[in-house]
């Protein structure tokens, strides 16, 4: 092995060491109240969605080594910005319709659940059957709370 690299290795391994310095917040707020939903939408809810889009984020181990620990808190963020289940109810009705349209329309082009969490996370791919699961029941709940 040449110098160079020797080198580079070395600087690489001492900087990975550092940046472990940099912890992130993994802590889950107070679940406010989930959203209502039947029992197997809810269930698939839990298991696809539910760790970015709830305050009941399993952090996995990896979640402790940095730098991919950044990447998991900065996707738990932006899931609970976009949409965050734990506090639907304080949504008002007109932001709920554009968040359950958002979301079957990510849902039924594929964006949702991300590919790379499915491709470590099996349990979130979604079928055929699921996904036309959640665009039915996003469909009812659109209707129950207005045009």
Same mark, same amino acid.
């Given at each position: 092995?040449?110098?160079?690299?020797?080198?580079?290795?070395? &600087? %690489? /391994?001492?900087?990975? $060491?550092?940046?472990?310095?940099?912890?992130? =917040?993994?802590?889950?707020?107070?679940?406010?109240?989930?959203?209502? #939903?039947?029992?197997?939408?809810? &269930?698939?809810?839990?298991?696809?969605?539910?760790?970015?889009?709830?305050?009941?984020? $399993?952090?996995?181990?990896?979640?402790?080594?940095?730098? $991919?620990?950044?990447?998991? /808190?900065? =996707? $738990?963020?932006?899931?609970?910005?976009?949409?965050?289940?734990?506090?639907?109810?304080?949504?008002?009705?007109?932001?709920?319709?554009?968040?359950?349209?958002?979301? /079957?329309?990510?849902? /039924?082009?594929?964006?949702?659940?991300?590919?790379?969490?499915?491709?470590?996370?099996?349990? &979130?791919?979604?079928?055929? #059957?699921?996904?036309?699961?959640? =665009? #039915?029941?996003?469909?009812?709940?659109?209707?129950? %709370?207005?045009?």
């Amino acid at each position: 092995m040449s110098r160079r690299l020797r080198a580079a290795l070395g &600087a %690489l /391994a001492g900087l990975l $060491v550092v940046v472990q310095g940099f912890r992130i =917040d993994r802590t889950n707020p107070p679940v406010e109240q989930d959203v209502a #939903a039947p029992a197997s939408v809810e &269930a698939l809810l839990r298991h696809a969605c539910y760790n970015c889009h709830s305050h009941e984020t $399993v952090w996995p181990w990896y979640s402790h080594v940095a730098p $991919v620990s950044w990447l998991l /808190a900065h =996707d $738990v963020s932006e899931g609970r910005r976009e949409l965050d289940f734990s506090t639907w109810t304080a949504y008002p009705p007109a932001r709920k319709i554009r968040k359950l349209r958002k979301s /079957a329309d990510e849902v /039924a082009k594929g964006k949702m659940p991300p590919w790379y969490y499915a491709l470590v996370h099996p349990e &979130a791919r979604l079928t055929a #059957a699921e996904r036309a699961m959640l =665009d #039915a029941w996003t469909a009812e709940a659109i209707g129950r %709370l207005g045009p």
